[in-house]
């Protein structure tokens, strides 16, 4: 059985000067749940800190919504709020209490820790969340953003104190960032915890839209304004993703593999053979999960769609293969030049 896809809920909420999101009131979220519906993906992943710029409206409009009356399993994850700390007992009681009033739920099923604290020790964290499991708030421990060193810290904290342990870890995955197959993946494999991988187009670079619409990629910066209000550009860019992708190799990457996709018998997109790359030839399995993200309910149709087709073949695979060691190696060569 191939990972369970789930949608992403960052998509969902309104911002005065943010990303743009398509899905900002409640009759437009149920909408996006009906189509959710029809598509039969019935897992979201929200947060207590989303949508960016607007802390919380994501679950305002999922429970005005009936998110879970319309019987969709909720994940979220604790407020991450910056300065710390986040994650002592009366903050996470705090998120998690705020969340379900908001679902209009007594639990969900998986509560993450959104971020690491480096404020509170693990120990107390690990506590914390115990003790809310203990209330019944959730079902599943779930851990985000952290380092092999720390998740195996955190096992082995629940192991000696009898807390509940992580079930679940969301990290960043997709093909041209697969850091997590060295260490994590098999971390969490002898943990018997699954993985959720984010990002699987890379926030969107993996289509193609910032290295063909920005300038000096072959259009002389024409569509440069479809990059507007997202990570890419302006004030909502996320430096974490400008530095990770938006580097001539990565755009080499991006251009050498639609060259590929455009010479097969029958063209793919670039977004629908990284999604199938990742559901068919990844280190995912059964049990794991990818989380889709979308913007509109046409845009989540084309994703679902290409997911649920079958495995890459030929020069097509070869070529997504390739791309994490043509990437992975630009980088190595920088660092031992003294670049990175």
């Not at 920088?334 to 990175?340: H, I, V």
Request: net charge positive.
């Amino acid at each position: 059985m191939p990972p369970n896809l789930i949608f992403g809920a960052g998509s969902i909420g309104a911002t005065a000067n943010g990303f743009i999101y398509g899905f900002d009131t409640p009759a437009k979220v149920s909408e996006l749940l009906e189509a959710l519906h029809r598509l039969n993906v019935r897992e979201l992943d929200s947060a207590a800190s989303y949508p960016v710029g607007n802390p919380g409206n994501t679950e305002v409009l999922l429970g005005q919504a009936g998110a879970v009356e319309e019987g969709f399993v909720i994940d979220s994850k604790v407020a991450a709020h910056i300065p710390a700390p986040t994650l002592d007992d009366k903050a996470i009681g705090a998120s998690i209490d705020r969340t379900l009033t908001l679902l209009n739920t007594p639990k969900i099923r998986t509560l993450y820790v959104h971020a690491p604290d480096p404020k509170t020790p693990l120990e107390i964290t690990a506590a914390a969340f115990h003790r809310q499991h203990l209330a019944g708030k959730f079902e599943r421990l779930g851990l985000c953003n952290y380092k092999p060193t720390d998740v195996d810290r955190y096992f082995r904290i629940c192991e000696e104190r009898g807390y509940v342990k992580p079930a679940v870890y969301q990290g960043q995955y997709n093909a041209l960032f697969r850091s997590a197959e060295k260490e994590l993946i098999p971390l969490l494999r002898r943990n018997g915890c699954a993985f959720y991988a984010y990002s699987p187009l890379a926030g969107g670079f993996l289509t193609g839209k910032v290295t063909f619409a920005a300038s000096g990629n072959g259009n002389d910066g024409k569509n440069e304004k479809e990059l507007d209000r997202t990570r890419w550009r302006g004030e909502t860019t996320f430096a974490a993703y400008s530095r990770t992708y938006d580097t001539p190799a990565m755009h080499d990457a991006i251009r050498k593999l639609k060259a590929v996709c455009d010479a097969t018998e029958q063209p793919m997109s670039l977004q629908e053979v990284a999604l199938r790359w990742l559901v068919h030839h990844s280190a995912l399995r059964q049990g794991d999960g990818i989380i889709l993200g979308a913007k509109r309910i046409e845009q989540l149709e084309g994703n679902v769609a290409g997911a649920r087709k079958g495995p890459l073949e030929g020069d097509v695979l070869q070529a997504v293969e390739g791309l994490w060691a043509t990437v992975r190696k630009n980088k190595e060569g920088k660092k031992k030049g003294g670049k990175l």
